[in-house]
């Protein structure tokens, strides 16, 4: 192969990883404040199909990834409330959400298939997004270790009874760190329909979202690994279709397989460790606050 080709596979790497990024980085402060959300698919979904629609109508990409964070708001809204607030099993409301994701993502691009927007415009090699997806991903760092704020989130995350005891209120923080996480799941579908696919097809997204959850997994709860994470599983889905652009005779099915096995092999690995970073009220439901 010619020495392109490592040039072309970062490339891809870099773009492909971008929205896994994003994903990843808003479901790891959710979970930092104990909350675990399956519904990261149906959030991807949305935003994807809000941030085409929306780049559509105005013929401002830009909009179009503002319209999406609004979206992916919106929905991790109602999944915050019927966990937070009405205490639902964690597990559940997270697929049914994914399943809204699907249905509401369908119906919102429905009038948009087919159509051409302007995609997001490179500022040098790559669009805006992928320019601030690191940086981003050191701000979170930089909040969770060293400001007030990240402090208590990651206390909600260990022990709501606890910060609830020193005067903190769970629930809002909680509340806080979810639209967060909506509004980075709205973008990172926004990335993918705006400057990767450049077109909206229901469940474009393919899993993404759940190789996401894995990332953060991966990345042992802590944004800068996240980065790492993203472009080894960028890598991973970019080789297939490099593989595929020259030709190699390699199973499109079985290259097909790699980004999902590689995080079957990772979630494998971390079990056989025997530890976990994970914070540890993740997934359970706190009742201190009425």
């Known amino acids: ?31 930092r404040a104990g909350i675990v959300n399956l519904g990261l698919e149906g959030l ?20 179009g990834v503002a319209a999406a964070a609004l979206a992916g708001v919106a929905a991790n809204g109602l999944f915050s409330y019927v966990v937070i607030t009405r205490h639902a099993n964690q597990l559940a409301a997270g697929l049914s959400l ?63 009874a606890a910060a609830f005891a020193a005067g903190r209120r769970p629930d809002r923080v909680q509340y806080e760190a979810l639209a967060v996480a909506g509004a980075l799941g709205g973008i990172s ?22 190789i996401a959850i894995a990332l953060v ?20 889905e970019s080789l297939q279709l490099q593989f595929q652009a020259r030709g190699v005779d390699i199973s ?4 097909n397989m790699v980004p999902y096995l590689l995080t079957l092999l990772v979630l494998t690995f971390w079990g056989l460790r025997g530890r976990s970073a994970a914070p540890a009220a993740l997934g359970r439901s706190f009742f201190g606050v009425e």
């Open 98 to 160: 994914t399943f809204f994701g699907l249905g509401a993502s369908a119906l919102i691009g429905r009038p948009f298939v087919g159509a051409i927007v302007p995609g997001l415009p490179h500022l040098g090699a790559f669009d805006l997004l992928v320019w601030l997806a690191a940086p981003l991903a050191i701000v979170l760092w930089g909040l969770l270790y060293r400001t007030r704020w990240g402090l208590t989130l990651r206390a909600v995350g260990e022990s709501p």
């Open 189 to 210: 579908g926004a990335h993918l329909s705006l400057a990767v696919a450049l077109t909206w097809d229901e469940g474009m997204t393919a899993g993404r979202g759940f």
């Open 217 to 236: 997994i991966f990345a042992g709860w802590n944004p800068l690994w996240a980065v790492i994470g993203a472009l080894v599983f960028g890598g991973a």
């Open 1 to 31: 192969m010619s020495a392109a080709f490592p040039i072309a596979l970062m490339s891809s790497a870099i773009l492909s990883g971008t929205s896994l990024l994003y994903a990843t980085l808003g479901e790891l402060i959710g979970e």
């Open 252 to 255: 499109p099915f079985l290259m």
């Open 44 to 63: 991807m979904l949305i935003g994807a199909a809000a941030g085409f629609a929306g780049a559509a109508v105005t013929a401002n990409p830009y909009l």
